[in-house]
């Protein structure tokens, strides 16, 4: 699923890319045709933050999921079977 994410934010960053163009030059020959770009257009950058989100938070549980947390409890313990370093 990883690869597919990353497919799927190129093409939406290219679509955010030219639909920023396209919709410009949109303005200067049809106005309503540019209006309904743009709401495509809306749409499609609204899909990309989603996806970015949903990337970013699949990272935190998987980094969450590698990384075991040392509590306090762990530590104290560890710091008195250990003793204190002396040279």
């Not at 899909?47 to 306090?72: A, E, V, Y």
Request: proline share 2%.
């Amino acid at each position: 699923m990883d690869r597919k994410a990353e497919v799927w934010k190129y093409i939406l960053l290219i679509v955010a890319v030219a639909g920023q163009i396209i919709g410009f030059l949109f303005l200067f020959i049809n106005v309503v045709a540019a209006f309904i770009f743009y709401g495509f257009y809306i749409l499609t950058f609204i899909m990309l933050l989603l996806l970015f989100i949903w990337d970013r938070k699949r990272k935190k549980t998987k980094k969450n999921l590698t990384t075991i947390p040392i509590t306090n409890h762990i530590k104290s313990r560890m710091m008195r079977c250990a003793g204190p370093l002396t040279y």
